[in-house]
């Protein structure tokens, strides 16, 4: 009887743990800068950003989004879709867009200041830098994300 009334009890407080607010979004930016640092001043990591071809740079940007998808899915959703798939779904997606595109704002701000990128000679590399060292630090975001 105890363990029914617990479960209800979870599926009511279950979509307020999922929404994504200020503090969240605070703790994305920390984690991506705690990744973007280290990653951002390796030189090999600039060369690979001039030589990755461009199709090579969308699957990475697809792979970024996948390994977001699923850490976000079973960290925050996994438990309560069935009880609201519509809240939740939407939840996830939120979280995960919003995860990598600061992510994907933090490397490039900190590329152009180090001044690696130069978003106005050489925007197509730059972009390939940024996407490239968006990928570590778009995890390191969501797991910073995970810390309460």
Do not use: C
């Not at 930016?29 to 600039?46: R, Y």
């Not at 069935?82 to 979280?95: G, M």
């Not at 900190?110 to 690696?116: A, D, H, T």
């Amino acid at each position: 009887m105890e363990k029914r009334g617990v479960e209800k009890l979870k599926r009511l407080i279950g979509p307020t743990v999922a929404q994504f607010d200020l503090h969240d979004l605070i703790q994305v930016i920390i984690g991506a800068g705690v990744v973007a640092v280290p990653t951002g001043f390796q030189a090999e990591a600039w060369r690979i950003g001039e030589v990755i071809p461009l199709l090579n740079t969308f699957i990475l940007m697809i792979m970024t989004f996948f390994f977001l998808s699923i850490f976000t899915y079973f960290r925050y959703h996994k438990e309560h879709l069935s009880a609201n798939p519509k809240y939740h779904i939407l939840e996830l997606t939120k979280r995960v867009v919003i995860t990598y595109v600061f992510s994907f704002i933090v490397v490039s701000i900190f590329l152009s200041v180090i001044q690696v990128n130069s978003w106005s000679l050489e925007a197509l590399i730059s972009f390939k830098r940024v996407v490239l060292l968006t990928f570590p630090a778009a995890i390191g975001a969501a797991v910073s994300d995970t810390i309460r």
